[in-house]
């Protein structure tokens, strides 16, 4: 538990200075891009899903025929 904590409080400060220096702008970016995206493609899948795309079939098992 001492571990976890302490490597908790290195990447707090080391994260904090990332963030002050400004080189964490990108990654940022990269996750709000990102998360529109993923937020567009769920709106279109909403879309989609309100009308069926493809019907689903139902399989009938064959009858042996007996003679």
Do not use: W
Request: positive net charge; aromatic residues 8%; proline residues 6%.
């Amino acid at each position: 538990m001492l571990r976890t904590l302490i490597f908790g409080a290195i990447a707090g400060y080391v994260g904090k200075k990332l963030y002050d220096e400004g080189k964490l702008n990108e990654f940022k970016d990269d996750l709000v891009a990102r998360y529109g995206q993923a937020k567009a493609d769920l709106a279109d899948k909403r879309e989609i899903g309100t009308t069926p795309a493809v019907t689903p079939t139902t399989a009938t098992p064959a009858s042996p025929t007996l003679s």
